[in-house]
């Protein structure tokens, strides 16, 4: 998991919700990555903002790095000018 992931579950730990969403990006995952280890972390995500009061954590789907929704208009070369 990366730094940024982190600092935003520690908000998230730390803020009072009653329910989360969660869309995840694909930037560290690589042919390496089992999905048994995203699915367990998914779970102890879940569990931990559970016992922070969270009522609900609804997992959305995994973004693939540089993939867009065509309805965005969004391309690669797109979002990395606007990202800059």
């Given at each position: 998991?990366?730094?940024?992931?982190?600092?935003?579950?520690?908000?998230?730990?730390?803020?009072?919700?009653?329910?989360?969403?969660v869309v995840l990006g694909g930037n560290?995952?690589?042919k390496t990555t089992k999905p048994r280890e995203i699915y367990m972390d998914?779970?102890?995500?879940?569990d931990?903002?559970?016992?922070?009061?969270?009522k609900r954590v609804f997992v959305c789907g995994i973004i693939e790095r540089g993939q867009f929704p065509?309805?965005?208009?969004?391309?690669?070369?797109?979002?990395?000018k606007v990202r800059r």
């Open positions: 998991m990366g730094t940024r992931f982190i600092l935003l579950f520690i908000f998230l730990l730390l803020s009072i919700f009653r329910y989360v969403f560290n995952i690589d998914l779970v102890a995500m879940a931990e903002l559970k016992l922070c009061g969270v065509s309805w965005t208009d969004m391309t690669r070369t797109v979002f990395n």
